[in-house]
């Protein structure tokens, strides 16, 4: 079993910047990815970032240049640095790992509870 919790988000003005994070906590042998998605109002989810094994990133093309996944490991956490942020892209962002069990060594997903980033003047 995986917990993940998001923080971070909060209100910033267009153009400003946020740094998200998401702490994995729990029993589990290895984390295989993670991801950041973004649901707005009256939208379909959508990947905004993602880091796999190998350290291979993967980046929507909205936001390609501007955003930028990292981790520290010692911490068992990602983060997803957002900068010039747009109006448009006000939502709440959820992280998602995919992992391995400890216990039964079979593949699992979670989600965190998402946190709300709000970008408006």
């Known amino acids: 079993q995986v917990q993940l919790v998001e923080s971070g988000g909060g209100l910033v003005q267009p153009g400003g910047s946020l740094r998200l994070s998401c702490a994995a906590s729990?029993?589990?042998?290895?984390?295989?990815?993670m991801r950041w998605y973004r649901q707005a109002p009256g939208k379909q989810r959508e990947l905004v970032a993602g880091i796999s094994s190998g350290d291979s990133t993967v980046y929507a093309d909205a936001v390609k240049g501007r955003f930028t996944l990292s981790e520290d490991n010692a911490k068992n956490t990602v983060y997803l640095q957002m900068n010039t942020l747009k109006p448009e892209e006000t939502a709440v962002y959820y992280c998602?790992?995919?992992?391995?069990?400890?216990?039964?060594?079979?593949?699992?997903?979670?989600w965190g509870q998402g946190t709300l980033v709000t970008v408006s003047s």
């Open positions: 998602y790992a995919n992992f391995q069990a400890r216990a039964s060594s079979s593949v699992s997903d979670a």
């Open positions: 729990g029993s589990y042998f290895s984390i295989i990815a």
